[in-house]
């Protein structure tokens, strides 16, 4: 269930916030254990067609959590500000709500370069003999959004 934004006048379209997404350069991925324990854990990400990409080892605790619980929230900032004087912030987030599940083959293949044309994209050519690498020790999971809110103060 997704609770209605507390300050309206924040709110941004949909659009607005799937841009902040795009162009965050890191988000925090939530995750529910099987004994009900709650794991946020920074991820690198790319948006592909609105979906999110995340790379990661091939065991951990994340993995742990969304094989048991694929449900996941994802939190990304973009542009912050401290205004000291205004005992305030001028901020940009976006918070999703979807599953993730693991993704194979050629999506592997595109999530892969999706991160390296965020990341790395004067190193392109170099970083795909990187991923050729360590294609096997790596895996790829995607979230498919299913509600998406973001909120700003300019």
Known sequence: MQHKIRRTDRQ??????ISILRDAEFGVMSTI??????????????LIEKHIYF????????ITNITENPKVS???VGNTCVIPEEFDTKYESVIVS??????????KQIALEGLLS??????F???LKYIQNLYDKT???????DTISGKARK
């Open 55 to 62: 790379h990661c080892a091939t065991e951990g605790h994340k």
């Open 12 to 17: 941004l379209s949909t659009e607005d916030a």
């Open 98 to 107: 979807g599953i993730a599940i693991e993704v194979f083959s050629k999506e």
């Open 139 to 145: 895996r790829i999971f995607k979230i498919s959004i």
């Open 33 to 46: 254990s099987d004994n009900q324990a709650p794991y946020g854990v920074p991820l690198n990400f790319c």
């Open 118 to 123: 965020k990341y790395s994209p004067m190193h």
């Open 125 to 127: 050519q170099k970083g």
């Open 74 to 76: 994802f939190c990304a």
